[in-house]
């Protein structure tokens, strides 16, 4: 399929002194109609306010709850949570000043740090710790991260500064899990909770229109020091042209792994007055199989998936170089990544040959559906891997929703296949359990709530080395016995795994103190600053 091709860089040029002179205005004013993008006029704003745009609105801004992309961005500067992952993706202390876990992974103890207050100047207190997860594993409470504190047996708050988690059974992937929850303070309605919560993190809630923008302003007594910019907007924009052109235009300032194609990022990267900024990412992305389909429940069709598909050649010509392949689950960079597992590998050939043996081939070609959502990326990505599998016999129809209704259906196992980024979640092993776990299936009766294994995928040995890896406190132990799921994740192609994204980022010139983290995190905002305006205005086009 034809990609858009870089714009083309534009000229400069100036004003005079006493205005626009004769017949160049006239000139100016053809180029604007006939050149891509306009001229285009730097808006003015506010140095100390700097606008972003997102892709969509959040879920919710409850952190117990939202568990999709932008939620957990926003957590990620509305709060704090207990513990944190370093550069190397280890658990670290955050709200918690230390923690200890007991020899049997039963009793988790945490400190909290005593010079850390909410946003509205309430002192943090194990209270609100503890009302926090109470709230969160309440029976009458819908989140999706309830299955993660399934084994939580009670919290205990013995003095204001310690929190106690006690477990019925050994529950070391828990630590991963506190990642994901930010801490709201006791009381704090469903309502407040969804709508302007009170956090502990560098920004605080100052205005939230929903499916429109959510400003933020600067929390002056962030125990991690304060952000430098004042205030921070960021707008929902669904639509990828839209996002585009407001970054032309320079009413957006900043987006950040925002959907845009990546030929659009690399084309915006070279228009004057924007930058694009990269760094190596550990978001997957993925194909989410349903091993209950009649179809995909055989494990030669999965594995002749996984062989059909040309990584490297996608990430060279839709990505732009912008990612990495994905041989696992599990970034390289995280401790338990095991050191031979093998690189992914495209074999047309032998894809054919499972598929034959499995039964199919040209008189009975194997025919499946995929499913994305409407956003230009991933229907770029659909069309090349139809025409990929096409090559080895596979007829792939393609069907394209608004996020939320493709969520909800992959969530509900209403697929055979899916492509979807996971974002963050596999930066800590407790993901394994969540997504390949038979006890972490969704199922309607529990309001989904139960982890993300949405492919149905079943494994007794799986299971049985996630329970042995959550029962000890031995570190080498844990990450061999979690390299075994992870090759045998692999070998039974219970997803096909594709790239880690690069985190990219398109700002304006101006913007300065982008250091984007490895996680893909949003904390680097608390950084961010944007420089004095030029003294000398240009248009660019």
């Not at 991690?224 to 407001?246: N, S, V």
Request: glycine share 8%; hydrophobic share 40%.
């Amino acid at each position: 399929m034809p990609w858009s091709e870089p714009w083309a860089r534009g000229r400069q040029v100036r004003r005079w002194r006493g205005g626009w002179w004769g017949g160049g205005w006239l000139l100016v004013s053809v180029f604007v109609v006939l050149l891509p993008g306009g001229c285009r006029q730097p808006a003015t704003t506010d140095p100390d306010t700097l606008v972003m745009a997102v892709e969509k609105p959040p879920k919710t801004l409850d952190p117990r709850v939202g568990n999709d992309a932008v939620s957990a961005r926003l957590h990620q500067i509305i709060f704090d949570t207990l513990v944190n992952k370093n550069e190397r993706l280890d658990i670290v202390p955050d709200l918690a000043a230390e923690f200890t876990v007991s020899p049997d992974a039963r009793l988790f103890t945490f400190r909290l740090r005593p010079d850390v207050r909410f946003h509205d100047g309430r002192p943090l207190t194990a209270g609100d710790v503890k009302y926090t997860f109470e709230t969160l594993c309440a029976p009458d409470f819908n989140s999706p991260k309830k299955g993660d504190f399934a084994l939580v047996e009670r919290i205990e708050t013995p003095d204001e500064r310690t929190v106690i988690f006690r477990c019925r059974a050994p529950n070391l992937p828990m630590l991963g899990s506190l990642v994901a929850v930010g801490i709201l303070p006791q009381g704090t309605t469903p309502e407040e909770a969804a709508q302007k919560p009170v956090g502990t993190g560098p920004f605080r809630v100052l205005s939230y229109r929903e499916n429109n923008d959510i400003v933020l302003g600067a929390n002056a007594a962030y125990f991690k020091g304060a952000p430098r910019l004042k205030q921070l907007r960021i707008r929902f924009i669904p639509d990828a042209t839209t996002r585009e052109l407001e970054l032309r235009k320079g009413t957006v300032q900043l987006a950040v792994n925002a959907d845009l194609a990546y030929s659009t990022s690399q084309a915006l990267g070279k228009t004057p007055g924007l930058k694009l900024v990269q760094a190596k990412g550990t978001n997957i992305a993925y194909l989410g199989l349903n091993c209950e389909d009649a179809r995909l429940a055989d494990r030669r069709v999965r594995q002749a998936l996984a062989l059909a598909i040309d990584r490297e050649m996608m990430i060279r010509t839709v990505l732009r170089g912008m990612a990495r392949p994905a041989a696992g689950p599990l970034p390289p960079e995280q401790w338990a990544y095991p050191d031979d597992l093998p690189p992914p590998r495209y074999d047309p050939d032998e894809a054919r040959r499972l598929l034959a043996e499995a039964g199919y081939g040209p008189e009975q070609p194997l025919r499946l559906e995929l499913k994305t959502s409407s956003a230009e990326l991933p229907r770029q990505i659909a069309a090349v891997l139809q025409e990929q599998l096409k090559q080895v016999g596979i007829k792939l129809s393609l069907r394209s929703y608004e996020f939320q209704t493709f969520l909800q259906d992959t969530i509900a196992g209403n697929f055979q296949m899916f492509y979807l980024i996971n974002v963050g979640g596999n930066q800590s092993v407790d993901f394994l359990s969540y997504f390949y776990e038979s006890s972490r299936i969704p199922t309607r009766e529990k309001g989904y709530s139960e982890g993300a294994n949405r492919g149905r995928y079943r494994s007794p040995q799986v299971d049985a080395w996630l329970r042995a890896a959550a029962a000890t406190t031995d570190k080498a132990e844990q990450r061999r016995l979690y390299g075994l799921v992870q090759k045998q994740v692999v070998a039974d192609a219970a997803q096909v795994f594709l790239w880690h994204p690069h985190n990219v980022a398109i700002a304006q010139e101006r913007v300065q103190g982008i250091e984007l983290e490895l996680s893909g995190s949003y904390a680097f905002l608390r950084k961010v600053w944007i420089a004095a305006v030029p003294p000398r205005e240009t248009a660019s086009f």
